[in-house]
């Protein structure tokens, strides 16, 4: 048979293939060849053909046939046999092939071989693809290859020992006496594979992480050769001494100090030289000053170093390096709640980086701007965000606006400028804004009483010629309708009051219902509007008339039904029109989770007074009692549904927001409503603590420490918690969703529901998108209102879009008296996948 052609003649004959078929035809000529090799047993040229066999197994070609071949290469006594025959096994074999099995024999010998090549390629190939039983069977082998003298060997060792420990952990102890010299070598292999040996135990093992807390001193006595060396071409890259063995050791240290006073002490002085010495001119010096902020800001260390790390990040946000100035601003992120201060000083460098061509950049740029917003920089911060709204490209739209109105909320100097600020949003991205924008800008309106005439005249102006953004329209025409009268009259006092005539308003009105831009639901606001100003203005009641009754025949259904009831107001009903049309009442935010008692003023939350009024005396209907308390779902919930008039009071929002109110918490029946002379005293045991109740919140510098409430599928949901300065029955809850799974999660909705004794205002997500890689967050404040001073208990649901799946999760969460956890009862959580 004549010889076979080289590897390096088929790789030269592969590559001048002109298209994929050839190449297919060549490789199966050759593959046919090799396997009429194999059943001759040629040992003459088996080395060659399985190097040939690898090749094409790198090109994508099955390659299978080859397995056992290797095996006979590596129990070859030649080296090159063995070399080819171990990265064969290396490549075409893994732990779910029995075959593998095979190869235990070979490896112990070849461990125990005179030649430390051969030993290296055993310890290399058993590192690689070893499985548990071959871990089992050759572990003493590489505890005795990690007692040698030979550094060669020491080095492959200790990586093959790492493996091993990932494989079957409870061999974890027989490596640990070996370990106890590794750190004295002067090698800077084995002592670069020692520290990755011990980062491995100890985070692995609570019991090893603290039999190693005792190395740090030599940890930090090694790191400090390494800084303080000289020039050594052995190991220098770009003017620094081994960086690779530099960030193991800080990896390392930044484990050891986690929650260890002393471990921290111990390393404070070096973290210190490192940052203040390195250079930042080179990527390399850059690799470990990230290193280095990474520990300062995970062990316990001093707050001047923790600033120190806050500027290094700073600085890199000045770095022409993208990759840099996206890690810096990932970091801050992170860092940004428990050093915000030192953060803030960096403000204007986080702002510039809104400007940024690269998206990514320009996404953390922005979370990261939410982030720093506080009552003290409020406007300066929202004339940047403003800006960068106008100029951003439609994906930041929707999320900028959202973060811009619960800033706003949150931190608003005044009401003015709160209305000015949402009204910025509107004109500016109206399109993109949540659906909750509308009705929560027409509450803060009405609400603010002195500002109608303001309002209404600034909607006005805004809206002229203009109908693109939806929402700002819908405002406009709401508040034309309930303040029209303020527009004619020119009331406005904070601006220049501007001449407008009843006909100058309802051809603005008339405008928007025959408008092409205009939507159903704006249309709809539109002619209510008009409707309102029949009310209002005295001169044009014919024409509104008219106008009502054109639309009575609408082809749109709902615009329809409202014109015939509107025409029904005037000709049946006309002695009723003034009264069902005046000025709506000081509202108070309704959500799906209930009524809520807490009212936004000026950026602080205070208790507004319950109105009571007594229930219908008929039936009422089931329908849309189901529908709402369908909205979390769960089968213990049932809907309250009087037959007989009672003299219990009804909530502003009525008994059908009382989504928890009648929840079975025994699993027995419910029982039926208590007759009204009966007082309502006995509460359940174990429900959540009150929140504004002792010993929760007598104390102000004691507060909730947080919670995580929710741990799931990659999704979790952490708590914290605060008082309200203004009234101590008021909590603020603020959730943090955060995602460690590789994709992000999208069209995130939280939903929370209390029982009726309590009130709960559920404010705007920060986002809809939970980053993958816990690289963001999503925030969300809830406030709690709970004038009884009763134990509470609280039912979330999550809804989300993760992998092309509809996710939703429902959880009750329980406080049992102390302020140190929440529980969630087994029988009270369920998953669903739509």
């Known amino acids: 048979m004549p010889a076979p052609i080289r590897l390096r003649e088929l790789i030269r004959t592969i590559r001048t293939a002109r298209t994929q078929a050839e190449e297919r035809e060549m490789i199966q000529k050759e593959c046919a060849a090799i396997r009429s090799s194999f059943r001759e047993e040629d040992n003459t040229y088996r080395c060659r053909n399985v190097a040939k066999l690898l090749y094409m197994h790198m090109l994508g070609y099955p390659a ?87 550094s060669y060997l020491r080095k492959k060792a200790a990586l093959c020992a790492v493996h091993v420990i990932r494989k079957v952990p409870e061999l974890m102890e027989m490596f640990l006496p070996a370990t106890k010299n590794l750190l004295n070598e002067k090698n800077h292999g084995v002592l670069h594979t020692s520290v990755v040996l011990l980062t491995e135990m100890c985070e692995r093992s609570p019991d090893m992480l603290a039999h190693f807390r005792k190395l740090v001193p030599q940890l930090v006595r090694i790191l400090k050769n390494l800084i303080m060396s000289g020039y050594s071409p052995e190991h220098d890259v770009s003017g620094i001494s081994d960086p690779f063995l530099q960030v193991r050791i800080l990896r390392l240290l ?49 707050s001047g170093l923790r600033v120190l790390a806050i500027n290094i990040l700073g600085r890199f946000l000045l770095n022409n390096d993208k990759n840099i100035r996206y890690v810096a601003l990932t970091s801050l992120l992170k860092t940004v709640q428990t050093d915000h201060n030192a953060v803030q000083r960096h403000r204007s460098t986080i702002v510039d980086c809104l400007k940024d061509l690269d998206v990514s950049i320009k996404r953390r740029a922005m979370e990261l701007s939410f982030a720093l917003v506080n009552g003290n920089n409020i406007r300066g911060m929202m004339k940047e965000l403003l800006y960068f709204l106008d100029s951003c490209e439609p994906e930041f739209k929707a999320d900028c606006a959202s973060g811009i109105f619960l800033a706003a909320e949150k931190y608003a100097p005044s009401k003015r400028w709160h209305i000015d600020t949402i009204m910025r949003v509107l004109t500016t991205a109206g399109s993109y804004v949540r659906d909750d924008a509308v009705p929560n800008l027409i509450q803060l309106i009405t609400n603010s009483v002195e500002m109608h005439a303001y309002t209404v005249q600034r909607l006005y102006k805004a809206i002229l010629g203009d109908y693109s953004q939806q929402p700002l329209v819908q405002v406009a025409a709401w508040c034309i309708g309930e303040y029209g009268d303020l527009l004619v009259s020119g009331q406005c006092e904070e ?72 025409n029904a107001l005037f000709k049946k009903y006309d002695h009723m029109r003034s009264a069902l049309l005046e000025r709506m009442p000081v509202m108070e935010k309704v959500t799906t989770n209930g009524p809520t008692e807490i009212v936004q003023t000026n950026g602080e939350t205070e208790p507004a007074p319950l109105e009571t009024k007594p229930p219908p005396s008929g039936p009422q209907p089931t329908s849309q009692a189901n529908d709402l308390l369908d909205l979390l779902g769960g089968n213990d919930i049932t809907p309250v549904i009087p037959t007989a008039p009672t003299s219990k009071p009804a909530s502003a929002g009525g008994e059908l927001l009382d989504l928890l109110g009648d929840i079975n918490l025994t699993g027995a029946p419910a029982a039926p409503p208590a007759p009204a002379s009966v007082p309502q005293t006995s509460q359940p045991p174990f429900l959540l603590d009150g929140l504004s109740s002792q010993p929760l919140f007598n104390d102000i510098t004691t507060g909730i420490p947080s919670i995580t409430a929710y741990s799931k599928n990659g999704l979790k949901i952490e708590f914290t918690f605060e008082r309200s300065n203004t009234n101590p029955s008021v909590t603020v809850i603020t959730i943090q969703a955060s995602n460690s799974t590789e994709l992000d999660m999208t069209d995130f909705v939280f939903q929370a529901a209390v029982p009726k004794t309590f009130q709960l205002q559920l404010l705007s997500p920060s986002s809809s998108i939970v980053p993958a890689f816990n690289t963001g967050t999503i925030t969300q404040v809830i406030k709690v209102l709970n004038p009884q001073k009763q134990q509470l208990r609280m039912r979330i649901k999550l809804t989300y879009n993760h992998k092309g799946s509809a996710m939703q999760d429902l959880a009750e969460e329980l406080w049992e008296g102390g302020c140190d956890r929440w529980q969630v009862p087994p029988n009270c959580t369920m998953g669903l996948r739509s």
């Open 64 to 150: 299978h046939f080859g397995q056992l071949e290797c095996l006979k290469l590596i129990a070859s006594q030649k080296f090159t046999d063995k070399r080819i025959g171990y990265l064969g096994a290396m490549l075409l074999l893994d732990e779910r092939q029995d075959v593998h099995l095979l190869m235990t024999n070979c490896i112990k010998n070849d461990l125990n071989h005179s030649t430390q090549y051969v030993q290296g390629l055993a310890l290399c190939t058993l590192g690689c693809m070893g499985s548990s039983e071959m871990c089992r069977d050759l572990a003493g082998e590489v505890e005795k290859l990690l007692k040698t003298s030979n």
């Open 254 to 302: 930044r484990i050891l100090g986690r929650n260890d006073d002393d471990s921290s002490e111990a390393m404070n002085d070096i973290l210190a030289q490192v940052a203040t010495n390195t250079e930042t001119s080179k990527n390399v010096g850059n690799a470990i000053l990230y290193e280095t902020v990474l520990t300062i800001m995970d062990i316990k260390s001093e």
């Open 495 to 566: 601006e220049e009051p501007i001449q407008v005539t009843e006909d100058e308003v309802l051809d603005i009105l008339e405008s928007v219902l025959i408008s092409n831009m205009s939507t159903s639901v704006t249309r709809g606001y539109a002619l209510t509007a008009i409707m309102k100003l029949s009310t209002r203005f005295t001169c044009t009641v014919n024409r509104i008339k008219k106008v009502v009754s054109i639309y009575g025949s609408s082809i749109d259904v709902e615009l329809q039904q409202r014109a015939v009831e509107y």
